[in-house]
């Protein structure tokens, strides 16, 4: 247990629909990262926060894309109008040396 | 463009004997290496880290080597045990800079460690 948590772990979901995953990063930690993997493929990232400041997104996040993370404590990170193609583990990591959460496994149908 | 290259997929070794895990990176900015273990399902889970002022880092059966010249640095497990066996990924970061710090993946080297 690295102490930094994702809900849920599981999520499956219709194409088109939206969802909503959570993240609790270590109590200390004022950095936060989101990544997504896919089948074969290493981490890539998403965005970053510093406190509650989004201060980087990548390319990989669409415009259908959005996180949040109020009072710089947990972060979320929804995905609207859901699409096959963003079946992948989403994985939240805190740093400094960057924990990992077990992260969330998204399936679209 | 991959920056950070693991060209083995896969590595199988006999429990006892040195796992060695070899990735390349290409970004002359990244000064700050990690390695991370994952299982099936799970979060990646820190391993060992080096800074680019060093050359090595060791950590009980773990020892991270980096040759700056070469860009290129290894992961050493001596004693391979049964339980190393899983996905290991190298990955960096510039963190000169007020850069971010966000990590830059390879694509995995899957480790078997034959009892």
């Known amino acids: 247990d690295t102490g930094v948590s994702q809900d849920p772990r599981h999520k499956i979901t219709k194409r088109g629909q939206n969802v909503t995953f959570r993240c609790d990063p270590i109590?200390?930690?004022?950095?936060l990262y989101w990544y997504r993997q896919t089948l074969g493929q290493g981490p890539e990232f998403l965005t970053y926060f510093q406190n509650e400041a989004q201060l980087e997104k990548s390319r990989l996040l669409s415009d259908r894309f959005s996180a949040e993370r109020p009072k710089g404590s947990f972060s979320t990170l929804e995905i609207q109008r859901t699409e096959q193609g963003d079946s992948a583990m989403y994985l939240c990591a805190s740093s400094p040396d960057q924990f990992f959460g077990p992260g969330t496994r998204l399936t679209v149908l | 463009d991959q920056q950070v290259k693991q060209n083995s997929p896969s590595l199988s070794v006999q429990e006892g004997r040195i796992s060695i895990l070899n990735c390349d990176y290409t970004?002359?900015?990244?000064?700050?290496f990690l390695w991370y273990k994952k299982y099936p399902a799970e979060g990646p889970t820190f391993l060992i880290s080096i800074s680019s002022i060093k050359d090595k880092n060791e950590d009980g059966r773990f020892t991270v080597f980096l040759n700056k010249s070469a860009k290129h640095l290894s992961l050493h497990i001596v004693p391979s045990q049964p339980g190393d066996s899983a996905v290991y990924f190298c990955a960096a970061s510039a963190r000169s800079g007020g850069s971010n710090y966000k990590l830059t993946f390879g694509k995995g080297t899957l480790l078997t460690v034959n009892p």
């Open positions: 970004n002359s900015m990244f000064d700050y």
């Open positions: 109590s200390e930690h004022n950095r």
